[in-house]
């Protein structure tokens, strides 16, 4: 399965897809990388890898629709089976989300439909929850609205600050990512277009999510 990854940030997720995969468990080929900041280390990590980039930057003032065009063009142009938000920052524009309806997985940490947006760690903290964790879901138009395929419990400890919490939720999500993105590589998972990507697991295959 074809995955083009879409950063603005560190990489840690895309690097562990990449270990995933060299470790044969997780059934993907990256094809391409798309950032829309040229300073995002996850680009840096992907050349030193040799897999394709682009950057697609937006700054203030640009226009947007524009930009998700433009955005929606080159990630067509990558040919992906399937479209990983690897901490990419944005909300997607029509364009994109109607070339791959249902086909665009991102990664939340949070529980949603808790703490969506972009301070989820500290969100939960400031919720006072005792448990939180990570979600993998579709992508739809709205903020980590759609449809959940998988999540992973961690729990919030005495004295956590958002990024030592942010921080244990990460180690939960470099192993759920890759082994939902392999989940559907295999077929386990089904994201139908047909009704925008509701996923539809396969109960005679084993759906294998990590342990917390
Ligand atoms: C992750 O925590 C992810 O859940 C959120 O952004 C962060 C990206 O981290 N959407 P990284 O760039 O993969 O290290």
């Given at each position: 399965m074809d995955v083009a990854v879409l950063v603005s940030g560190r990489g840690s997720n895309?690097?562990?897809i990449c270990s995933a995969i060299d470790a044969g468990t997780c059934a993907?080929?990256?094809?391409g990388v798309v950032s829309d900041r040229k300073k995002a280390a996850a680009?840096?990590?992907?050349?030193?890898?040799?897999?394709?980039?682009?950057?697609?930057?937006?700054?203030?003032?640009?226009?947007?629709?524009l930009w998700n065009e433009?955005?929606?063009?080159?990630?067509?142009?990558?040919?992906p089976d399937l479209i990983v938000l690897a901490g990419f920052m944005r909300v997607l524009g029509s364009p994109l989300l109607e070339?791959?309806?249902?086909?665009i997985i991102n990664v939340h940490p949070a529980l949603?439909?808790?703490?969506?947006?972009?301070?989820?760690?500290?969100?939960?903290?400031?919720?006072?929850?005792?448990?939180?964790?990570?979600?993998?879901?579709?992508?739809?138009?709205?903020?980590?609205?759609?449809?959940?395929?998988?999540?992973?419990?961690?729990?919030?400890?005495?004295?956590?600050?958002a990024d030592s919490l942010h921080?244990?939720?990460?180690?939960?999500?470099?192993?759920?990512?890759?082994?939902?993105?392999?989940?559907?590589?295999?077929?386990?998972?089904?994201?139908d277009p047909l009704t925008v990507g509701t996923p539809v697991t396969d109960p005679a295959r084993s759906l294998t999510v990590p342990d917390v």
């Open positions: 895309l690097k562990a993907a080929n990256i094809v680009l840096g990590f992907a050349d030193e890898r040799g897999i394709p980039t682009r950057l697609v930057s937006l700054r203030k003032g640009d226009d947007r629709s433009d955005l929606a063009k080159t990630v067509a142009s990558l040919n070339r791959f309806p249902g086909r949603l439909p808790s703490f969506p947006g972009h301070s989820g760690p500290q969100d939960a903290l400031d919720g006072g929850v005792r448990i939180t964790g990570c979600t993998v879901h579709i992508v739809d138009a709205g903020v980590d609205t759609g449809p959940i395929i998988a999540q992973a419990a961690v729990p919030v400890l005495d004295g956590d600050s921080a244990r939720i990460q180690v939960q999500e470099h192993r759920l990512l890759p082994a939902v993105i392999h989940q559907i590589a295999v077929g386990a998972i089904t994201l």
